[in-house]
Protein backbone atom coordinates (compact mmCIF):
# COMPACT_ATOMS: atom_id res chain seq x y z
CA UNK A 1 0.00 0.00 0.00
CA UNK A 2 1.10 3.54 -0.75
CA UNK A 3 0.66 5.44 2.41
CA UNK A 4 1.09 9.84 3.05
CA UNK A 5 1.63 8.75 6.38
CA UNK A 6 1.13 5.33 8.45
CA UNK A 7 -1.65 3.99 10.18
CA UNK A 8 -0.29 5.21 13.23
CA UNK A 9 0.15 3.10 15.96
CA UNK A 10 1.23 6.30 18.42
CA UNK A 11 -2.59 8.00 17.58
CA UNK A 12 -4.05 4.90 18.19
CA UNK A 13 -2.26 4.44 21.59
CA UNK A 14 -2.94 8.30 22.40
CA UNK A 15 -6.80 7.45 21.70
CA UNK A 16 -6.61 4.26 23.97
CA UNK A 17 -5.21 6.44 26.71
CA UNK A 18 -7.96 9.14 26.33
CA UNK A 19 -10.01 6.16 26.86
CA UNK A 20 -12.39 7.67 23.47
CA UNK A 21 -11.30 4.78 21.53
CA UNK A 22 -10.29 6.82 18.12
CA UNK A 23 -8.29 6.30 15.69
CA UNK A 24 -6.87 8.73 14.04
CA UNK A 25 -3.83 8.25 11.22
CA UNK A 26 -3.25 12.09 10.43
CA UNK A 27 -5.29 14.14 13.02
CA UNK A 28 -2.81 16.05 15.74
CA UNK A 29 -4.41 14.69 18.85
CA UNK A 30 -2.46 16.52 21.65
CA UNK A 31 -4.02 19.63 21.11
CA UNK A 32 -7.45 17.94 21.94
CA UNK A 33 -6.10 15.85 24.49
CA UNK A 34 -4.94 18.81 26.02
CA UNK A 35 -8.17 20.84 26.32
CA UNK A 36 -10.01 17.61 27.34
CA UNK A 37 -7.89 17.43 30.96
CA UNK A 38 -9.62 20.80 31.81
CA UNK A 39 -12.57 21.80 34.26
CA UNK A 40 -14.13 24.44 31.83
CA UNK A 41 -17.47 25.94 32.05
CA UNK A 42 -19.04 26.66 29.12
CA UNK A 43 -21.55 29.41 28.31
CA UNK A 44 -24.13 28.51 25.89
CA UNK A 45 -23.01 30.14 23.02
CA UNK A 46 -19.97 27.96 23.04
CA UNK A 47 -17.07 30.16 24.44
CA UNK A 48 -15.39 28.22 27.26
CA UNK A 49 -14.53 30.16 30.24
CA UNK A 50 -11.64 28.08 32.34
CA UNK A 51 -12.99 28.22 36.01
CA UNK A 52 -11.42 26.28 39.00
CA UNK A 53 -14.30 23.87 40.30
CA UNK A 54 -17.02 25.33 42.37
CA UNK A 55 -19.31 23.24 43.63
CA UNK A 56 -21.17 25.97 46.20
CA UNK A 57 -21.84 28.32 43.59
CA UNK A 58 -23.23 25.39 41.65
CA UNK A 59 -26.15 24.29 43.56
CA UNK A 60 -29.09 26.42 42.50
CA UNK A 61 -30.66 24.30 39.77
CA UNK A 62 -34.15 23.33 39.38
CA UNK A 63 -32.64 20.12 36.88
CA UNK A 64 -29.90 18.46 36.59
CA UNK A 65 -29.57 17.14 33.17
CA UNK A 66 -26.20 14.64 32.79
CA UNK A 67 -25.33 14.00 28.93
CA UNK A 68 -25.18 16.63 26.38
CA UNK A 69 -26.14 14.54 23.22
CA UNK A 70 -29.57 15.79 21.36
CA UNK A 71 -31.35 14.33 24.07
CA UNK A 72 -29.76 16.27 26.70
CA UNK A 73 -29.76 19.47 25.21
CA UNK A 74 -33.34 18.89 23.71
CA UNK A 75 -34.38 18.57 27.06
CA UNK A 76 -32.37 21.01 28.43
CA UNK A 77 -34.03 23.43 25.72
CA UNK A 78 -37.64 22.31 26.99
CA UNK A 79 -36.77 22.86 30.65
CA UNK A 80 -35.99 26.63 29.90
CA UNK A 81 -39.10 27.10 28.03
CA UNK A 82 -40.72 26.11 31.59
CA UNK A 83 -38.73 28.76 33.40
CA UNK A 84 -36.32 26.28 34.49
CA UNK A 85 -32.71 26.51 35.72
CA UNK A 86 -30.55 24.09 34.28
CA UNK A 87 -27.19 22.53 35.15
CA UNK A 88 -26.15 20.03 32.24
CA UNK A 89 -23.05 18.18 32.91
CA UNK A 90 -21.06 16.24 30.00
CA UNK A 91 -18.59 14.22 30.51
CA UNK A 92 -16.80 14.78 27.31
CA UNK A 93 -14.83 18.22 26.00
CA UNK A 94 -17.72 18.86 23.71
CA UNK A 95 -21.51 18.60 22.79
CA UNK A 96 -23.44 16.29 20.53
CA UNK A 97 -22.07 12.82 22.35
CA UNK A 98 -23.14 9.80 19.17
CA UNK A 99 -22.98 13.10 17.28
CA UNK A 100 -19.44 14.41 16.45
CA UNK A 101 -19.20 16.66 13.55
CA UNK A 102 -15.09 16.51 12.73
CA UNK A 103 -12.99 16.56 10.39
CA UNK A 104 -10.44 14.51 8.00
CA UNK A 105 -8.11 15.78 5.29
CA UNK A 106 -9.49 19.49 5.65
CA UNK A 107 -13.44 18.08 5.06
CA UNK A 108 -16.51 18.03 7.25
CA UNK A 109 -16.82 14.21 8.50
CA UNK A 110 -19.41 13.08 10.56
CA UNK A 111 -17.95 10.20 13.02
CA UNK A 112 -21.43 9.32 14.35
CA UNK A 113 -25.01 9.74 13.93
CA UNK A 114 -24.96 11.80 10.09
CA UNK A 115 -28.12 11.79 8.11
CA UNK A 116 -31.57 13.33 8.58
CA UNK A 117 -34.77 12.58 6.97
CA UNK A 118 -38.37 14.55 6.19
CA UNK A 119 -39.68 11.37 7.41
CA UNK A 120 -38.20 11.86 11.43
CA UNK A 121 -40.61 14.81 12.39
CA UNK A 122 -38.68 15.47 15.26
CA UNK A 123 -35.62 16.30 14.35
CA UNK A 124 -37.07 17.74 10.87
CA UNK A 125 -38.82 20.41 13.44
CA UNK A 126 -36.05 21.30 14.84
CA UNK A 127 -33.84 21.64 11.58
CA UNK A 128 -36.52 24.05 10.10
CA UNK A 129 -36.94 25.87 13.67
CA UNK A 130 -33.35 27.00 13.54
CA UNK A 131 -33.15 27.80 9.91
CA UNK A 132 -30.33 24.92 9.43
CA UNK A 133 -29.44 24.12 6.05
CA UNK A 134 -30.25 21.03 4.63
CA UNK A 135 -28.32 19.04 1.80
CA UNK A 136 -28.26 16.28 -0.07
CA UNK A 137 -25.56 13.56 -0.92
CA UNK A 138 -25.09 12.95 -4.17
CA UNK A 139 -26.14 9.01 -4.46
CA UNK A 140 -24.23 6.30 -6.05
CA UNK A 141 -23.10 5.23 -9.65
CA UNK A 142 -22.61 1.41 -8.57
CA UNK A 143 -23.43 -1.06 -6.14
CA UNK A 144 -21.29 -3.44 -5.18
CA UNK A 145 -23.09 -6.65 -4.12
CA UNK A 146 -21.83 -9.81 -2.93
CA UNK A 147 -22.28 -13.04 -4.39
CA UNK A 148 -21.19 -16.85 -3.00
CA UNK A 149 -18.16 -16.29 -4.76
CA UNK A 150 -16.84 -12.52 -4.56
CA UNK A 151 -18.97 -9.65 -5.10
CA UNK A 152 -20.02 -8.26 -8.20
CA UNK A 153 -20.92 -4.48 -9.57
CA UNK A 154 -24.68 -3.52 -10.74
CA UNK A 155 -26.41 -0.60 -11.35
CA UNK A 156 -27.75 0.79 -8.21
CA UNK A 157 -31.46 1.17 -10.00
CA UNK A 158 -31.00 -2.71 -10.98
CA UNK A 159 -29.74 -3.87 -7.40
CA UNK A 160 -32.06 -1.86 -5.13
CA UNK A 161 -35.56 -3.11 -7.20
CA UNK A 162 -34.07 -6.68 -6.17
CA UNK A 163 -33.77 -5.62 -3.03
CA UNK A 164 -36.94 -4.70 -2.68
CA UNK A 165 -38.53 -7.37 -3.50
CA UNK A 166 -36.35 -9.74 -1.43
CA UNK A 167 -36.92 -7.38 1.80
CA UNK A 168 -40.56 -6.29 1.20
CA UNK A 169 -41.99 -9.96 2.37
CA UNK A 170 -39.34 -10.29 5.19
CA UNK A 171 -41.82 -7.65 6.81
CA UNK A 172 -45.23 -7.76 5.48
CA UNK A 173 -46.83 -10.93 6.22
CA UNK A 174 -49.80 -9.77 4.92
CA UNK A 175 -50.62 -8.16 8.63
CA UNK A 176 -49.53 -4.60 8.97
CA UNK A 177 -51.57 -4.22 12.03
CA UNK A 178 -48.90 -4.54 14.61
CA UNK A 179 -47.21 -1.24 14.18
CA UNK A 180 -50.69 0.32 13.21
CA UNK A 181 -49.36 2.90 15.33
CA UNK A 182 -45.51 3.52 14.58
CA UNK A 183 -45.09 6.31 17.43
CA UNK A 184 -46.82 4.11 19.60
CA UNK A 185 -44.86 0.41 19.23
CA UNK A 186 -46.60 -1.07 22.29
CA UNK A 187 -50.32 0.26 20.83
CA UNK A 188 -51.32 -3.24 19.89
CA UNK A 189 -48.93 -5.34 22.37
CA UNK A 190 -51.14 -8.60 21.76
CA UNK A 191 -50.14 -8.62 18.15
CA UNK A 192 -46.45 -7.79 19.10
CA UNK A 193 -45.44 -10.04 21.37
CA UNK A 194 -46.06 -12.74 18.50
CA UNK A 195 -43.36 -11.24 16.66
CA UNK A 196 -40.52 -9.83 19.33
CA UNK A 197 -39.10 -13.06 20.57
CA UNK A 198 -37.93 -12.80 16.47
CA UNK A 199 -34.18 -12.14 15.62
CA UNK A 200 -33.41 -11.05 11.87
CA UNK A 201 -31.42 -14.48 11.60
CA UNK A 202 -34.94 -16.35 12.98
CA UNK A 203 -36.74 -14.67 9.90
CA UNK A 204 -34.32 -15.07 7.29
CA UNK A 205 -34.63 -18.61 8.42
CA UNK A 206 -38.54 -18.82 8.05
CA UNK A 207 -38.32 -16.76 4.71
CA UNK A 208 -35.73 -19.71 3.21
CA UNK A 209 -34.18 -17.17 0.59
CA UNK A 210 -31.77 -19.29 -1.97
CA UNK A 211 -28.02 -18.51 -0.70
CA UNK A 212 -27.14 -15.89 -3.20
CA UNK A 213 -30.43 -14.43 -2.71
CA UNK A 214 -29.35 -14.39 1.32
CA UNK A 215 -26.41 -12.82 0.80
CA UNK A 216 -27.66 -10.22 -0.29
CA UNK A 217 -29.57 -8.86 2.68
CA UNK A 218 -27.18 -9.90 5.72
CA UNK A 219 -25.12 -6.51 5.41
CA UNK A 220 -28.27 -5.30 6.81
CA UNK A 221 -29.63 -7.48 9.06
CA UNK A 222 -25.81 -8.31 10.95
CA UNK A 223 -25.55 -4.64 11.34
CA UNK A 224 -26.96 -4.46 14.55
CA UNK A 225 -24.25 -6.01 16.47
CA UNK A 226 -22.11 -7.88 13.83
CA UNK A 227 -24.72 -11.09 13.61
CA UNK A 228 -27.79 -11.67 12.65
CA UNK A 229 -29.28 -13.45 15.64
CA UNK A 230 -28.78 -10.00 17.67
CA UNK A 231 -31.56 -7.78 16.64
CA UNK A 232 -34.75 -8.16 17.09
CA UNK A 233 -37.12 -8.36 13.88
CA UNK A 234 -39.65 -5.82 15.59
CA UNK A 235 -37.20 -3.09 16.12
CA UNK A 236 -36.09 -3.23 11.94
CA UNK A 237 -40.19 -3.95 11.27
CA UNK A 238 -40.75 -0.36 13.34
CA UNK A 239 -38.64 1.53 11.13
CA UNK A 240 -39.91 -0.22 8.06
CA UNK A 241 -43.41 1.28 9.37
CA UNK A 242 -41.85 4.55 10.31
CA UNK A 243 -40.59 5.15 7.04
CA UNK A 244 -44.25 4.17 5.30
CA UNK A 245 -44.11 0.44 5.37
CA UNK A 246 -41.72 0.86 2.18
CA UNK A 247 -38.50 0.00 0.53
CA UNK A 248 -38.10 3.51 -0.93
CA UNK A 249 -38.88 5.33 2.39
CA UNK A 250 -36.61 2.76 4.26
CA UNK A 251 -33.62 3.32 2.06
CA UNK A 252 -33.94 6.84 1.50
CA UNK A 253 -33.38 7.52 4.91
CA UNK A 254 -29.85 8.20 4.84
CA UNK A 255 -30.34 11.18 2.20
CA UNK A 256 -29.77 14.42 3.49
CA UNK A 257 -27.03 16.32 6.24
CA UNK A 258 -27.25 19.32 7.89
CA UNK A 259 -25.12 21.35 5.43
CA UNK A 260 -22.86 22.48 8.41
CA UNK A 261 -22.74 18.99 10.56
CA UNK A 262 -24.93 17.85 12.88
CA UNK A 263 -23.12 20.05 15.27
CA UNK A 264 -24.53 23.03 14.02
CA UNK A 265 -28.21 21.71 14.87
CA UNK A 266 -26.69 20.74 18.71
CA UNK A 267 -25.32 24.78 18.95
CA UNK A 268 -28.76 25.92 17.81
CA UNK A 269 -30.79 24.16 20.11
CA UNK A 270 -28.11 24.71 23.04
CA UNK A 271 -27.92 28.53 22.32
CA UNK A 272 -31.94 29.20 23.30
CA UNK A 273 -31.42 26.33 25.78
CA UNK A 274 -29.05 29.04 28.05
CA UNK A 275 -27.85 26.07 30.63
CA UNK A 276 -24.86 26.16 33.25
CA UNK A 277 -23.18 23.93 30.19
CA UNK A 278 -20.14 21.81 32.12
CA UNK A 279 -18.06 19.62 29.81
CA UNK A 280 -15.28 17.30 31.04
CA UNK A 281 -17.41 16.38 33.69
CA UNK A 282 -17.91 11.94 33.65
CA UNK A 283 -20.58 11.61 36.57
CA UNK A 284 -19.95 9.17 38.87
CA UNK A 285 -23.07 8.43 40.76
CA UNK A 286 -26.43 9.86 41.40
CA UNK A 287 -27.76 9.32 44.74
CA UNK A 288 -31.32 10.35 45.89
CA UNK A 289 -32.02 11.43 49.27
CA UNK A 290 -35.71 12.82 50.97
CA UNK A 291 -36.57 15.93 48.05
CA UNK A 292 -33.14 16.46 46.86
CA UNK A 293 -30.59 14.14 44.22
CA UNK A 294 -26.83 14.61 44.67
CA UNK A 295 -24.63 13.97 41.62
CA UNK A 296 -21.36 13.41 42.12
CA UNK A 297 -18.64 13.86 39.30
CA UNK A 298 -16.03 11.13 38.89
CA UNK A 299 -13.80 14.75 40.36
CA UNK A 300 -15.62 14.34 43.30
CA UNK A 301 -17.60 17.91 42.68
CA UNK A 302 -21.11 17.62 43.51
CA UNK A 303 -24.31 19.37 42.76
CA UNK A 304 -27.91 18.69 43.87
CA UNK A 305 -31.11 19.69 42.49
CA UNK A 306 -35.01 17.99 42.66
CA UNK A 307 -35.02 16.58 39.49
CA UNK A 308 -32.77 14.81 37.43
CA UNK A 309 -32.80 13.82 33.95
CA UNK A 310 -30.11 11.06 33.06
CA UNK A 311 -29.66 11.76 28.99
CA UNK A 312 -26.56 9.10 28.96
CA UNK A 313 -26.80 6.06 26.71
CA UNK A 314 -28.85 2.78 28.01
CA UNK A 315 -24.85 1.34 27.55
CA UNK A 316 -23.72 3.38 30.20
CA UNK A 317 -26.44 3.29 32.77
CA UNK A 318 -24.82 0.28 34.52
CA UNK A 319 -21.51 2.54 34.50
CA UNK A 320 -23.04 5.02 37.06
CA UNK A 321 -23.77 4.24 40.74
CA UNK A 322 -27.34 5.15 41.54
CA UNK A 323 -28.60 4.84 45.31
CA UNK A 324 -31.15 3.70 45.60
CA UNK A 325 -29.89 0.73 42.84
CA UNK A 326 -31.76 1.23 39.41
CA UNK A 327 -34.87 -0.50 38.97
CA UNK A 328 -34.38 -4.20 37.28
CA UNK A 329 -35.29 -3.67 34.23
CA UNK A 330 -33.06 -0.61 33.72
CA UNK A 331 -30.52 -2.67 34.98
CA UNK A 332 -31.34 -5.76 32.45
CA UNK A 333 -31.43 -3.22 29.52
CA UNK A 334 -28.00 -1.81 30.44
CA UNK A 335 -26.29 -5.20 30.94
CA UNK A 336 -27.50 -6.83 27.59
CA UNK A 337 -27.54 -3.56 26.13
CA UNK A 338 -29.33 -1.49 23.51
CA UNK A 339 -27.46 0.40 21.77
CA UNK A 340 -25.79 -1.83 19.19
CA UNK A 341 -21.90 -3.34 20.24
CA UNK A 342 -18.72 -3.50 18.13
CA UNK A 343 -19.02 -0.73 16.13
CA UNK A 344 -16.70 1.54 14.57
CA UNK A 345 -17.12 4.28 11.65
CA UNK A 346 -14.11 4.55 9.15
CA UNK A 347 -13.11 7.74 7.09
CA UNK A 348 -11.03 6.28 4.13
CA UNK A 349 -8.76 8.15 1.87
CA UNK A 350 -9.02 6.09 -1.12
CA UNK A 351 -7.09 7.55 -4.41
CA UNK A 352 -8.89 4.28 -6.17
CA UNK A 353 -11.72 4.17 -6.82
CA UNK A 354 -12.34 7.71 -6.97
CA UNK A 355 -16.21 7.60 -8.33
CA UNK A 356 -19.65 7.21 -6.24
CA UNK A 357 -20.37 3.59 -5.23
CA UNK A 358 -21.98 1.74 -2.36
CA UNK A 359 -20.46 -1.70 -1.29
CA UNK A 360 -22.05 -4.14 0.52
CA UNK A 361 -20.51 -6.86 2.45
CA UNK A 362 -22.08 -10.31 3.78
CA UNK A 363 -22.23 -11.06 7.63
CA UNK A 364 -19.11 -12.00 9.16
CA UNK A 365 -16.77 -9.64 6.71
CA UNK A 366 -14.87 -6.81 9.17
CA UNK A 367 -16.51 -4.24 6.85
CA UNK A 368 -20.24 -4.32 6.74
CA UNK A 369 -21.05 -1.00 4.12
CA UNK A 370 -18.70 1.46 2.37
CA UNK A 371 -19.61 4.02 -0.16
CA UNK A 372 -18.43 7.10 -1.55
CA UNK A 373 -21.55 9.16 -1.40
CA UNK A 374 -20.49 12.78 -2.43
CA UNK A 375 -18.37 13.73 -5.08
CA UNK A 376 -15.11 14.38 -3.51
CA UNK A 377 -15.33 13.44 0.02
CA UNK A 378 -13.58 10.44 1.51
CA UNK A 379 -15.31 7.18 1.99
CA UNK A 380 -17.16 6.28 4.67
CA UNK A 381 -17.62 2.81 5.99
CA UNK A 382 -19.13 0.54 8.77
CA UNK A 383 -17.43 -2.64 11.03
CA UNK A 384 -19.41 -4.47 13.67
CA UNK A 385 -16.79 -7.30 13.49
CA UNK A 386 -16.18 -7.68 17.12
CA UNK A 387 -12.33 -8.72 16.48
CA UNK A 388 -11.55 -5.82 13.68
CA UNK A 389 -9.18 -3.79 15.07
CA UNK A 390 -9.19 -0.08 13.31
CA UNK A 391 -6.01 0.73 15.17
CA UNK A 392 -4.33 -1.74 13.00
CA UNK A 393 -3.85 -0.22 9.33
CA UNK A 394 -3.06 -3.93 7.56
CA UNK A 395 -6.71 -5.13 8.95
CA UNK A 396 -8.33 -2.03 7.53
CA UNK A 397 -6.24 -2.38 4.56
CA UNK A 398 -7.23 -5.85 3.71
CA UNK A 399 -10.76 -5.03 4.25
CA UNK A 400 -11.19 -2.93 1.62
CA UNK A 401 -9.17 -4.27 -0.54
CA UNK A 402 -11.00 -7.97 -0.05
CA UNK A 403 -13.97 -6.02 -1.40
CA UNK A 404 -12.37 -3.41 -3.89
CA UNK A 405 -9.20 -5.62 -5.13
CA UNK A 406 -7.44 -2.76 -6.90
CA UNK A 407 -8.42 0.17 -3.78
CA UNK A 408 -5.54 2.40 -2.94
CA UNK A 409 -6.01 3.35 0.84
CA UNK A 410 -4.15 6.32 1.17
CA UNK A 411 -4.73 6.55 4.69
CA UNK A 412 -8.12 6.53 7.35
CA UNK A 413 -9.34 7.66 10.62
CA UNK A 414 -11.90 5.70 12.75
CA UNK A 415 -13.44 6.08 15.90
CA UNK A 416 -14.64 2.68 17.58
CA UNK A 417 -17.82 3.48 19.53
CA UNK A 418 -17.87 -0.07 21.43
CA UNK A 419 -14.73 1.19 22.84
CA UNK A 420 -15.63 4.64 23.82
CA UNK A 421 -16.50 4.74 27.55
CA UNK A 422 -19.63 7.53 27.35
CA UNK A 423 -21.71 5.57 24.51
CA UNK A 424 -20.46 1.94 24.60
CA UNK A 425 -21.73 1.17 21.43
CA UNK A 426 -23.75 3.08 18.68
CA UNK A 427 -27.91 4.14 18.29
CA UNK A 428 -29.96 1.75 19.54
CA UNK A 429 -31.11 -1.65 18.12
CA UNK A 430 -33.14 -3.50 20.28
CA UNK A 431 -32.72 -7.35 20.92
CA UNK A 432 -35.63 -9.89 21.10
CA UNK A 433 -38.03 -9.43 23.48
CA UNK A 434 -36.65 -5.78 24.94
CA UNK A 435 -39.69 -3.86 23.23
CA UNK A 436 -42.12 -6.20 25.15
CA UNK A 437 -40.52 -6.78 28.46
CA UNK A 438 -38.43 -3.82 29.34
CA UNK A 439 -39.09 -0.61 26.50
CA UNK A 440 -42.07 0.30 28.51
CA UNK A 441 -40.02 -0.23 32.05
CA UNK A 442 -37.02 1.66 30.97
CA UNK A 443 -38.44 4.90 29.98
CA UNK A 444 -40.20 5.70 33.37
CA UNK A 445 -38.60 7.34 36.04
CA UNK A 446 -36.67 5.96 38.99
CA UNK A 447 -37.77 8.40 42.33
CA UNK A 448 -36.28 11.96 41.11
CA UNK A 449 -34.37 10.85 38.29
CA UNK A 450 -35.74 10.45 35.05
CA UNK A 451 -34.21 8.96 31.27
CA UNK A 452 -33.82 10.39 28.16
CA UNK A 453 -32.15 9.43 25.12
CA UNK A 454 -32.47 8.12 21.70
CA UNK A 455 -32.47 4.38 22.90
CA UNK A 456 -35.54 4.51 24.67
CA UNK A 457 -37.79 6.75 22.08
CA UNK A 458 -41.09 5.54 21.24
CA UNK A 459 -40.09 6.39 17.42
CA UNK A 460 -37.14 6.43 15.56
CA UNK A 461 -35.49 5.02 18.23
CA UNK A 462 -32.01 4.30 17.27
CA UNK A 463 -32.03 7.84 14.97
CA UNK A 464 -31.71 11.66 15.95
CA UNK A 465 -35.03 12.15 15.83
CA UNK A 466 -35.78 9.18 18.50
CA UNK A 467 -33.37 11.51 20.69
CA UNK A 468 -35.12 14.66 19.77
CA UNK A 469 -38.87 13.07 20.81
CA UNK A 470 -36.86 11.03 24.13
CA UNK A 471 -35.76 14.66 25.27
CA UNK A 472 -38.48 16.82 25.16
CA UNK A 473 -40.61 13.52 26.88
CA UNK A 474 -37.95 13.43 29.38
CA UNK A 475 -38.70 17.14 30.05
CA UNK A 476 -42.55 16.97 30.69
CA UNK A 477 -42.78 19.12 26.44
CA UNK A 478 -45.17 18.49 24.30
CA UNK A 479 -44.95 15.30 21.67
CA UNK A 480 -46.59 15.52 18.33
CA UNK A 481 -49.59 14.03 17.47
CA UNK A 482 -50.23 11.46 15.27
CA UNK A 483 -52.37 14.08 12.87
CA UNK A 484 -48.97 16.71 13.36
CA UNK A 485 -46.51 14.20 12.64
CA UNK A 486 -48.39 13.41 9.36
CA UNK A 487 -48.69 16.99 8.49
CA UNK A 488 -45.25 17.82 9.70
CA UNK A 489 -43.64 15.04 7.88
CA UNK A 490 -45.10 15.84 4.45
CA UNK A 491 -44.87 19.62 4.47
CA UNK A 492 -40.96 18.06 5.14
CA UNK A 493 -40.78 16.04 2.22
CA UNK A 494 -41.88 19.36 -0.16
CA UNK A 495 -38.82 21.31 1.51
CA UNK A 496 -36.52 18.91 1.15
CA UNK A 497 -33.68 18.93 -1.88
CA UNK A 498 -35.13 17.10 -4.60
CA UNK A 499 -33.50 14.21 -5.52
CA UNK A 500 -33.56 10.63 -6.98
CA UNK A 501 -33.88 8.77 -4.16
CA UNK A 502 -33.91 5.18 -5.59
CA UNK A 503 -29.72 5.69 -5.66
CA UNK A 504 -29.52 6.36 -2.01
CA UNK A 505 -28.42 3.17 0.09
CA UNK A 506 -29.88 2.97 3.78
CA UNK A 507 -26.74 1.97 6.73
CA UNK A 508 -30.03 2.27 8.81
CA UNK A 509 -29.22 4.91 11.70
CA UNK A 510 -25.54 3.66 11.60
C1 LIG B 1 -21.60 5.71 14.04
C2 LIG B 1 -23.01 6.21 14.24
C3 LIG B 1 -23.79 6.50 13.15
C4 LIG B 1 -25.10 6.95 13.31
N1 LIG B 1 -25.82 7.32 12.21
C5 LIG B 1 -27.00 7.97 12.39
C6 LIG B 1 -27.64 8.60 11.30
O1 LIG B 1 -27.12 8.65 10.19
N2 LIG B 1 -28.84 9.22 11.53
C7 LIG B 1 -29.41 9.26 12.78
O2 LIG B 1 -30.48 9.85 12.93
N3 LIG B 1 -28.80 8.68 13.83
C8 LIG B 1 -27.60 8.07 13.68
N4 LIG B 1 -26.94 7.54 14.75
C9 LIG B 1 -27.63 7.50 16.04
C10 LIG B 1 -27.68 8.86 16.72
O3 LIG B 1 -26.44 9.51 16.60
C11 LIG B 1 -28.03 8.67 18.19
O4 LIG B 1 -29.21 7.89 18.30
C12 LIG B 1 -28.29 9.98 18.91
O5 LIG B 1 -27.28 10.91 18.64
C13 LIG B 1 -28.37 9.70 20.40
O6 LIG B 1 -28.48 10.90 21.11
P1 LIG B 1 -28.60 10.86 22.69
O7 LIG B 1 -28.63 12.26 23.17
O8 LIG B 1 -29.69 9.94 23.09
O9 LIG B 1 -27.26 10.12 23.19
P2 LIG B 1 -25.76 10.62 23.06
O10 LIG B 1 -25.57 11.39 21.83
O11 LIG B 1 -24.90 9.44 23.27
O12 LIG B 1 -25.60 11.63 24.28
C14 LIG B 1 -25.34 11.17 25.59
C15 LIG B 1 -24.32 12.08 26.23
O13 LIG B 1 -24.08 11.61 27.56
C16 LIG B 1 -22.70 11.77 27.83
N5 LIG B 1 -22.32 10.89 28.93
C17 LIG B 1 -22.15 9.55 28.90
N6 LIG B 1 -21.80 9.11 30.12
C18 LIG B 1 -21.75 10.19 30.92
C19 LIG B 1 -21.45 10.39 32.30
N7 LIG B 1 -21.11 9.37 33.09
N8 LIG B 1 -21.49 11.65 32.80
C20 LIG B 1 -21.83 12.70 32.01
N9 LIG B 1 -22.12 12.57 30.71
C21 LIG B 1 -22.09 11.34 30.17
C22 LIG B 1 -22.04 11.41 26.51
O14 LIG B 1 -20.72 11.89 26.45
C23 LIG B 1 -22.98 12.05 25.51
O15 LIG B 1 -22.58 13.36 25.20
C24 LIG B 1 -25.64 7.09 14.62
C25 LIG B 1 -24.84 6.82 15.72
C26 LIG B 1 -23.52 6.42 15.53
C27 LIG B 1 -22.65 6.23 16.74
Redesign the pocket.
Known amino acids: MSTRNDHGAISANEDAASGSGRTASRLPRRTLLKAAGATTLVTAAGAAVARPAAAAELKDFDVIV?????????AARELKAQGKRVLL????N???????TDTYLGQQI????????PL?PY?WRELTRYKVPIVADAGVERSILPTLDGFQEYDPAEAYARQKELFTPFFEDGNREYFERPYEPLYREDLVRRHDGFSLRDRLDQLTYAPEEEIRLTSTTSLYGGSSKRGALTHLTQWWALAGWNFDGFHG??TY?PKDG?VSLLKAILTEAAPTLRLN????SVEQDGSRVRVV??AGEHFVAPEVIM???VN?WK??RFTPALPEAHLTASTAGI??PH???LWLDLKQPADRFVAEAPEGHPICIMGRFDVGQPVVA?SVKDTFDVRDGRQVEAAVKDILPDAELLGYTA?D?HA????L????FRQPFQLTRLHRDIQKPHGRVKF??????DG????????VE??IRAAGGKLLTATEIKHLTSAAALRAPQVDRRLYRS????
Open positions: VGAGLAGVTLEARRIGGRTWERGGAWVDQVVNRTSPVATRAVPVTIGVEKKFHWDEFAGVGAAGGDIAWSGYMDGASGMSAF
